[in-house]
C-alpha cells in the first residue's frame, strides 16, 4: 500500500496551515508500457492528503494549470464560508491562481475531502483524476494513537487500448461513469503487511463519480467509529458498508489471526439504466497480510467517542423531489435529472435559508435510480428514511453531508446552514449533477 503523499504546510506560525495546489495535467502508469495522460494536484492523483487540526487557518493557493479549462477547488463537506467553497459561480480562468482562507472551527475535525466544481466540467475533471482528502483532526483524539490513521481514497478507472481515459458514453451519463477497476490511492489491489492481533484505524473515502461500494473485509471484523463529519458518539460493529459516491466512513479493523484479510466488494444493486451493469461483486480491492508475529499489545477502542448534539424543532420543512426526463433531439436522445420539476441553472436561486435556522429537509427519490444527495457548507443528521410506507430511523445518529437516498425511497434530515451566501445541494453521482440534478440554496 502506498502512502498518500502529504501536502507540506509552508507556515512558520503555529495554528497556520499555508500551501499551494496546482492542478495540471501529468502522466500515471495504470497497464504495462502505457502512459495515461491524467490530472492532477502537484502532479499526483488521488491529490496530496491535507492534515490540519481543528482550530487551524488555512490559506491554500490554487494554481489553475489545466489547459484551456476553469476549475474550482470546492472543500466537500467543510464548515467553509460560502464564498471560498469552489463553488461554479467562482471559477478560476485556466493560468491563474487563487487563495481560498477559512478557519476551522472547533469541533470540526472529520473526514472531508476536496474536488473540482466548474460548472459543466466537474464529472470530468474528477475522473480524470482531481480529488485528494482532507483530514481535519481533533486537538484530543480518543481513539488509541497505536490504530494508526490509514487513509484509503476508492477512485475507479476506466482505460482504453491505448492507455488513454476514454470520453464518456450515453451509458456513462445516464447511470454516471464506472470505470472498470477500483483503485485504492491510485493503486490496483495494494498489500499491507500488518502482525496479527493488530487493531487499525481507516479513513474510507468513495471519490469516485458513480460507483456504490458495499463492501467487507473478510477476515477481520470492522467497527465504524465515524462518517463524513467526524466520529460517532459510540462504536458500532458491521458486516458490510456500504458507501454511495462522496461518502465516507471511520472504521477500526482488528486483524485477529495470522492470513490474509481481503476487503472485496459485495453486490449492491443501486439502479441502472439500459444494458452494460458492471459486475460489481467479488473485486478484491485490497489485501491485508496478517504476519506470525504477534503485534505489541495496544488500549482498547473507548466505550464512547463524543457526545452528537441533537438538532431542535425545525422551523422550517422543504420538499425535494428528484425525477428524470428523456427528450429527443437533433442529436438524439437527451436525458435530464431534475429537482422539483427544474434542471440547475446557475442564475437561479431555488431556495431562501435563514442562517441558523434548523430546517427539515425531505428528499423524494421518484426515479429508477439510488441518487447520494449532497448539501454543501454544512453537516446534517439523518432522521429517518421511508420506503413502500415503512419508516426506518438510522442505526447511530451521526453527521453527514451525503446520504443515499435509494430509488423509490424518502429520506428525512435535519440541518442548518451557519454561514450566509449561496450553497449547493445536488447529487453526488457527478454526471448527474452534469446534467442538472443540482440547485442553489440561498442562506440569509
Ligand atoms: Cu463533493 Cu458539490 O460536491
Ligand atoms: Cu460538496
Ligand atoms: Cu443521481
Redesign the pocket.
Known sequence: LRDLSRLANEADTPGLFKAKLTAESTTARFAEGLDTPILGYNGTSPGPLIEAVEGDRVEITFANRIADEASTI?W??MPVPADQDGNPMDPVAAGTDRTYSFDLPEGSAGSYWYHPHPHGKTAEQVYRGLAGAFVVKPKADPIPAAYGDTVLVFTDLRLAADGTLPDSTMTDLMNGRVGDHVLVNGQKNPVLTVPFGTKRRFRFYNATNARFLRLSFDGAPMTIIGTDGGLLEAPVAADDILLSPAERLELIVSFEKPGTATLSTLDYDRGWMGAGRPADAGLALFTVNVSETPAEPAPPLPDRLRPIAQFGAPAVSRRFVFTETMTMNATGMEMGFLINGAAFDIKRVDVVAKAGQVELWEIVNKTDMDHPF?V?GTQFQVVEHERGGEISKPAYRAWK?TVNVARGETVRLLLRQDRPGPRMYHCHILEHEQLGMMGIVDVQ
Request: glycine share 16%; no cysteine; proline share 0%.
Open positions: 470546492h466537500h463537506g449532497h454543501h453531508d
